[in-house]
């Protein structure tokens, strides 16, 4: 038997601070995918003001359009990848895992020093 229901679906959605794309998570044209997001605090002597919490989401046409002269883009295979990035982000989680790493127990060295993996790899 067939019946004709209405649902109600909450979805996440990613609004473009600059054009104001909607972002849906569960589409599939890649948007939220190749959304940038930028939420960090500033620090002392910080040009958006000390301790002031700094965030943006842009969408990749804001993102070309915007920073496009000043980025680096290099061929690459995904799947097979022949270069790495010249910096490797460090203590750059996503939200679920910034709230594991704020879970655990850790002395404040701990803290400082970094995930296990940044100790066996450090940048400097
Ligand atoms: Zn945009």
Redesign the pocket.
Known sequence: MYEDRTFSVVQTVCI?D????EMRQVALDGEWEERLTVAFRGGYHSEFGDGNLVELD??Q??VRDLLGPFMRITQDDPFEPRHKPAYEARRAYQDYQLREQMRRPRSLVDLFRGPERDRENPVD
Do not use: K
């Open positions: 473009c600059r054009c104001g794309l842009l969408c046409h804001c």
